[in-house]
T-cell receptor, first 115, second 110 residues
């Protein structure tokens, strides 16, 4: 258990519906990352927050995706008008300092299936 | 971040050592070598990292070639719980996003 929790763990939705995922990071970490992982591939970076500011967004994050981190604590990732290609595992992570460098603690992920 | 190359899959028997290779011929002098693993149905998990010298921790050892163009993650005694996808990642900063490749699928046989 890394201390990073995600909710829900699984989400099945119909194409065109909106979905929202939540990530609760280890407390007092100012950075938070979102990744997406499709079957058989490694995770791909989506976006990154420092406190409540969204500092970097991948080109993978289309206009249908929006992420927030109010008050620099938990974060939400919303996908509007879901498409079948959005089916993936959505992971969030917060850093942890190990031997002079940041590693990342990942949550268990939210598996999204779009029918 | 510089690119890494890993075998798609490897197999091992339980309680035997496992050596997972990673090639990173374009590594720069300031790139750290990180290893993560991902157990089935879980998020990735940090294993170990190093810069130039070999490193040991409770999970594994990291052997880094003298020219730093390759490295090897060593699991000293594989257990069934070590069956996972292992990712070798280079990072030129001490913080920031991780760039994952496809990793090596490790199968451990009883």
């Amino acid at each position: 258990d890394t201390g990073v929790s995600q909710d829900p763990r699984h989400k099945i939705t119909k194409r065109g519906q909106n979905v929202t995922f939540r990530c609760d990071p280890i407390s007092e970490h100012n950075r938070l990352y979102w990744y997406r992982q499709t079957l058989g591939q490694g995770p791909e970076f989506l976006t990154y927050f420092q406190n409540e500011a969204q500092l970097e967004k991948s080109r993978l994050l289309s206009d249908r995706f929006s992420a927030e981190r109010p008050k620099g604590s938990f974060s939400t990732l919303e996908i509007q008008r879901t498409e079948q290609g959005d089916s993936a595992m959505y992971l969030c992570a917060t850093p942890a300092r190990v031997s002079g460098t940041d590693t990342q603690y990942f949550g268990p992920g939210t598996r999204l299936t779009v029918l | 971040d510089a690119k890494t190359t890993q075998p798609n899959s490897m197999e091992s028997n339980e309680e035997e050592p496992v050596h997972l290779p990673c090639n990173h011929s374009t590594i720069s002098g300031t790139d750290y070598i990180h290893w993560y693993r991902q157990l089935p149905s879980q998020g990735p998990e940090y294993v170990i990292h190093g810069l130039t010298s070999n490193v040991n921790n409770r999970m594994a050892s990291l052997a880094i070639a003298e020219d730093r163009k390759s490295s090897t993650l060593i699991l000293h005694r594989a257990t069934l719980r070590d069956a996972a996808v292992y990712y070798c990642i280079l990072r030129y900063t001490s913080y920031g996003k991780l760039t994952f490749g496809q990793g090596t699928i490790l199968t451990v046989h009883p």
